[in-house]
């Protein structure tokens, strides 16, 4: 398996200012070369329920290549704003 980084908080800001929290899973070499990416955006925080499929998925599909990125939404989880 490809080694994998994950980081736990990457915040993306928006036009308003607003920040969303998120988390983002790189396959080897993704910080060289560019690589298609997964956004997972759903209304479910990444650090609650989902973080035990997240840690099993995300991880997997990075080393296949792919950059995995799961969003709080706007108002959810670690994210700013209201929804």
Do not use: F, N
């Not at 950059?67 to 706007?74: Q, T, W």
């Amino acid at each position: 398996m490809s080694e994998v980084k994950s980081i736990e908080t990457v915040w993306i800001p928006m036009p308003d200012g607003v920040k969303l929290a998120a988390r983002l899973w790189l396959p080897e070499g993704a910080e060289q070369t560019p690589v298609p990416a997964i956004l997972e955006y759903i209304p479910y925080r990444r650090r609650d329920r989902t973080r035990l499929r997240d840690e099993s998925m995300h991880p997997r599909l990075a080393a296949a290549g792919y950059a995995c990125l799961r969003v709080d939404m706007r108002g959810s989880g670690d994210s700013e704003g209201v929804m």
